[in-house]
């Protein structure tokens, strides 16, 4: 691990199953300007711990020594597939803290989350993520496991990860997720959420394809 040779002392423990401000503060501070001008998955992270699809067993922090640098939290999420639904994991917010990023953090927070997964017998893992991050975690692309989300769309953020062998074989599988993840929030709310932080400064940058009012 690449971590261990930065001489990190990496812990990887559960989430706070509660609201915590120290990892809203990491949430924020891991996708501040990255998608968006400033961001919003720490509202995201607010509104997922009080959603009953929020899995608190299968949500990890990292820390080095007593720092937290990064962590990845988990959902119920559902596959309907040949006139069945089935309950499968998501996960997201996943953010690593700007000074711990490409150091195997996010790896670390991955493999707990998919190792948990495995022992509590879930079948498979779908996100919309990063589509250049986690092919090399094993995360197929939709187009290869026939994966649409509920309406049927694709695009090279939605990937599958099989836990049960066969999961995605044969037929169809149609992907949705807790409703919590569709709230859209407008600028001045997520303006004053941020008022609770310590501030950040909002900058433009290539990449940020987040619209909001
Ligand atoms: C994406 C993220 C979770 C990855 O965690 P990490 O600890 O930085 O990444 P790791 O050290 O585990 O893996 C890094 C490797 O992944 C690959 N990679 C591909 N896309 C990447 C990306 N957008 N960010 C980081 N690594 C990426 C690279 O090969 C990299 O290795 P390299 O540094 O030798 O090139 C972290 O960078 C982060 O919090 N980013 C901002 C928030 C975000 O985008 N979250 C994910 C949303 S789905």
Redesign the pocket.
């Given at each position: 691990m690449?971590?261990d040779d930065n001489n990190m002392d990496i812990r990887i423990v559960l989430a706070d199953p509660k609201e915590n401000r120290d990892e809203l503060i990491l949430t924020e501070r891991?996708?501040y300007n990255?998608?968006m001008e400033g961001c919003d998955?720490h509202i995201l992270l607010r509104d997922l711990k009080k959603a009953k699809e929020y899995i608190p067993a299968l949500s990890f922090v990292a820390k080095d020594g007593d720092r937290l640098i990064?962590a990845i939290y988990a959902s119920k999420a559902f596959i309907e597939k040949g006139g069945k639904k089935i309950d499968i994991l998501t996960f997201?917010?996943?953010?690593?803290?700007?000074d711990?990023?490409?150091?195997?953090?996010?790896?670390?927070?991955?493999k707990a989350l998919i190792d948990k997964a495995k022992k509590d017998n879930y079948p498979a893992i779908v996100?919309?993520?990063?589509p250049?991050?986690?092919p090399?975690l094993g995360f197929k692309s939709c187009y290869k496991l026939n994966l649409k989300m509920d309406d049927g769309a694709q695009f090279p953020?939605l990937m599958g990860y099989e836990l049960e062998k066969g999961f995605f074989a044969k037929e169809e599988s149609r992907f949705s997720l807790a409703s919590v993840f569709s709230i859209k929030h407008s600028r001045k709310e997520l303006d004053t959420f941020d008022l609770c932080f310590p501030p950040l400064k909002k900058e433009k940058r290539p990449g940020q394809w987040k619209k909001i009012d």
């Open positions: 690449k971590s891991a996708f990255v998608y998955e990064g997201g917010p996943l953010g690593v803290d700007p711990y990023q490409r150091k195997g953090v996010g790896e670390k927070l991955v996100i919309t993520g990063v250049t991050y986690y090399h953020a």
